[in-house]
T-cell receptor, first 114, second 112 residues
Framework: AQSVTQLGSHVSVSEGALVLLRCNYS??????LFWYVQYPNQGLQLLLK??????LVKGINGFEAEFKKSETSFHLTKPSAHMSDAAEYFC????????????FGAGTRLFVKA | ETGVTQTPRHLVMGMTNKKSLKCEQH?????MYWYKQSAKKPLELMFV???????ENNSVPSRFSPECPNSSHLFLHLHTLQPEDSALYLC???????????FGPGTRLTVT
């Protein structure tokens, strides 16, 4: 079975500062890992995904994430926050275990201060 | 534009009404999903269809009834809902069981 934990339900950064959103996962088989973003009154949008190729994954809007198997982590980073990054971010995990269950984290709301 | 559309975007219904939510995907995907998103709660998977066959049904009350007439369309039929059913209902699609999902904009449902 898979699970995912996002550390911190709210993160606040200043514009131009580093963004770091934390995600730890659990999986008994090699996982597929995802980060999604949700803006108000919209659905979730894929930011990036890890599918066992490069451990450093680059996504849209300047975000990237690094898969660290030893730490079971997949943290999301962006060097310089922009006001438009304010949104809710979800980490998710799936695996080839025969089902259709992608497990989503509880979400982290990112606030960006001017 | 994610290739997944949902209608209506907003719906207010009384507890005795019957309504349907519609989802359409233009991506040629094989799987479609219904999720419920409530404030301060994790995303809840309700139903999954793969090649028009229901493959997941997560203990959802019978007042929610899904229908998948073909691989591009998914419906959620609603009847005798409760106020706690008020939420954002999201539809998604994916190519397979482990790949990324593409979400529609959601239907904001309010039950009065």
């Amino acid at each position: 079975a898979q699970s995912v934990t996002q550390l911190g339900s709210h993160v606040s950064v200043s514009e131009g500062a580093l963004v770091l959103l934390r995600c730890n996962y659990s999986s008994s088989v090699p996982p597929y890992l995802f980060w999604y973003v949700q803006y108000p009154n919209q659905g979730l949008q894929l930011l990036l995904k890890y599918t066992s190729a490069a451990t450093l994954v680059k996504g849209i809007n300047g975000f990237e994430a690094e898969f660290k198997k030893s730490e079971t982590s997949f943290h999301l980073t962006k060097p310089s926050a922009h006001m438009s990054d304010a949104a809710e971010y979800f980490c998710a995990v799936s695996a080839n275990t025969g089902g259709f269950k992608t497990i989503f984290g509880a979400g982290t709301r990112l606030f960006v201060k001017a | 534009e994610t290739g997944v559309t949902q209608t209506p975007r907003h719906l207010v219904m009384g507890m005795t009404n019957k309504k349907s939510l519609k989802c359409e995907q233009h991506l040629g995907h094989n799987a479609m999903y219904w999720y419920k998103q409530s404030a301060k709660k994790p995303l809840e998977l309700m139903f999954v269809y793969s090649l028009e066959e229901r493959v997941e049904n997560n203990s959802v009350p019978s007042r929610f009834s899904p229908e998948c007439p073909n691989s591009s369309h998914l419906f959620l039929h609603l009847h005798t809902l409760q106020p706690e059913d008020s939420a954002l209902y999201l539809c998604a699609s994916s190519q397979n069981s482990v790949g990324e999902q593409y979400f529609g904009p959601g239907t904001r449902l309010t039950v009065t």
